[in-house]
DNA sequence: CTGTTAGCGCTTTCAC
DNA sequence: GTGAAAGCGCTAACAG
């Protein structure tokens, strides 16, 4: 191989410069390309070997100016959740939205919101026709995505349940109120009779949802749900908050956490304080990535099934964006929550 | 706001719309939305206005076709990557991204590359000019990346040096030789003398280089670097890693392991050996993510600037896109690596 | 089944 | 400084 030869490739090849290649007109050459629908045998034959030995790839942004269609959908990512840099939550939404998309031949386009122009840059890019779709994950109640994404009458599927859903928007999510109950009923379970809750941060579904769980078992079993704190989903502020728990509930014989990474931190500030898990304090986790079974001892926690979460979402939303306005087949989907023992209960 | 008007900016305004509102031609509007040069104020203003007024949103797609920019980038990342889904790696890298960006209005482009056709995929869609530059990602030696790229001859800079670099392939990385050599250090001077190390991955330029600053600080001391083994970037890993290795090498005083994740392996394959950390044993990391702040205990570790890295490997890149072929200001950049005290050692 | 004919929305010479 | 005209590469009627 020459070193110096220069590139003869240079020039993408045109649909005209198959056609000709093939023989045939560009319009044949493009029926041909797109399925072969009315395209004799010995045509598409011509044309695939044409396309192939020119190595012809179509122009997207033409098609996409004819066809209406970018064959691209959003994933919508708000920027200032710490979870985009603590924890795996973002890598398991990535790889179940490859997943997902892994037999389409649909592209990915990330919007990083920032905190300043969220709303506003994401809905003029949704407005201007860009995507096909989009899924919006890791949403706060706060950041108008909702609103915008509502208005933008675009196809859209959000992954956590919405605050509030005017207009029927479409989600998934797991069932967050039973997965606290299932943690709050596992330390119950355990003979634990003053059980608190760190809870993750209230403009998210998932959080308040939690403390709804938490508070409904609680009050089931006649025990009080009084023992509350409240922290980001970071070790840093687990370990803050637990500690701010254990000063004003010394009593606390069982912990359900929002999120492992906040159990991690209760895990911590009751090393510093002196109590043994889950001997003296049990704990339940959240989210059953990487850090709960890294943890020292390993969290028994409650799977969140993120990879899930994110195909389905975007399944969802395929379906959503060749389906008729009012198709009743695409609905939200909740997933059932499902506990995972190990070591700190 | 009355629920039930129907929508009256269904369809996106077009230049030609601008134009007509404003009162001029369609090339004057284009011109006055693009910089404005050789536009007169008033009809400048008279076109913002009116681009305002309407909600104008250029169509992407019919600039791309007659610029043949596409004012989009490719973030490449290779699926199979244990990493993607086990810390918080990707989540850096994509902030990273993010912030380089921000000041552009470029868009980014997700190709994760299935293990399967990898390679092929990739090589399509960069040769499909449907994006203008591309960031590749924690590649490996076999996955044919950077062939591909070079094949390409699309603008792009790696993330993490490549494995050979035939054509000068742009870069950004932290240097992991110098890195692993202050880690070795730190245990030495901690009078450790019996310091092994758990490689990772080595069709990853990051895993040989750390394996190659350990033995060359190691044999700069006149230590003896026969306590290798080898694991993935995960706690899992790490962990069958580190009791493989105290079982070969009982008299082990220090471990540098070439992540956090492996670390964490480490640290619980030692307690269940029954050995303290870091009386018996010190141990080192790499990484400087989550993983390291919230192990018990923290982790002593060298920082990865993944972020830097990242934003560095986007400007790069779009200095390389609009410079000339050979321009001598774009080049790969090094970040020197910091060793970060915390409780291992 | 095939080719001809129109554009999709935009930027860009090129005269004026 | 401005507008007319051409065309980027492709698909989609529409006749044949």
Chains 1, 2 share one sequence.
């Not at 056609?19 to 072969?36: K, P, Y």
């Not at 044409?50 to 122009?59: I, K, S």
């Not at 920027?79 to 939550?89: G, I, K, Q, V």
């Amino acid at each position: 191989m020459p070193e110096t030869t220069p590139r003869n490739d240079a020039a993408a090849p045109t649909l005209d410069e198959v056609a000709a290649a093939a023989g045939v007109s560009r319009s044949t050459a493009s029926r041909a390309l797109n399925g072969g629908l009315r395209v004799s045998p010995s045509a598409q034959a011509a044309v695939d070997e044409a396309a192939l030995r020119l190595g012809y790839v179509p122009n997207r942004a033409a098609r996409s100016l004819v066809t209406r269609r970018t064959d691209s959908i959003a994933l919508i990512i708000p920027e200032p959740d710490e979870r985009l840099l603590s924890d795996a939550f973002i890598g398991g939404t990535l790889r179940g939205v490859g997943d997902a998309l892994a037999r389409t031949d649909l592209q990915l386009v990330l919007l990083l919101s920032r905190k300043n122009e969220t709303a506003d840059r994401i809905a003029r890019y949704l407005r201007g026709g860009h995507v096909d779709g989009a899924v919006i994950t890791s949403h706060h109640e706060g950041d108008e995505l909702e609103r915008v994404v509502a208005a933008s009458s675009i196809p859209a599927v959000f992954v956590g349940r919405p605050f509030d859903a005017p207009r029927e928007l479409i989600y998934t999510d797991v069932d967050n109120v039973a997965g606290a109950r299932l943690a709050v009923e596992h330390l119950v379970a355990r003979g634990r009779t003053r059980i608190a809750h760190i809870a993750g941060p209230q403009d998210m579904t998932a959080g308040v949802d939690r403390v709804k769980g938490w508070r409904d078992a609680l009050s089931d079993h006649g025990l009080p749900a009084d023992a509350l704190v409240h922290a980001q989903f970071t070790t840093a502020s687990g370990e803050t908050a637990a500690a701010e728990l254990l000063a004003a509930h010394p009593d606390v014989d069982g912990i359900f956490a929002a999120s492992d990474t906040i159990a991690v931190g209760a895990l911590r500030a009751l090393a510093a304080a002196g109590r043994s898990v889950p001997g003296d304090v049990a704990i339940v986790g959240y989210d059953d990535l990487d850090a709960a079974q890294a943890s020292t001892p390993p969290l028994t926690t409650l799977h969140n099934p993120v990879v899930e979460l994110a195909a389905t979402a975007v399944e969802q939303l395929l379906r959503l964006i060749d389906s008729e306005p009012g198709d009743e087949r695409v609905t939200s989907i909740v997933f059932p929550p499902r506990l995972v023992v190990r070591g700190t209960t």
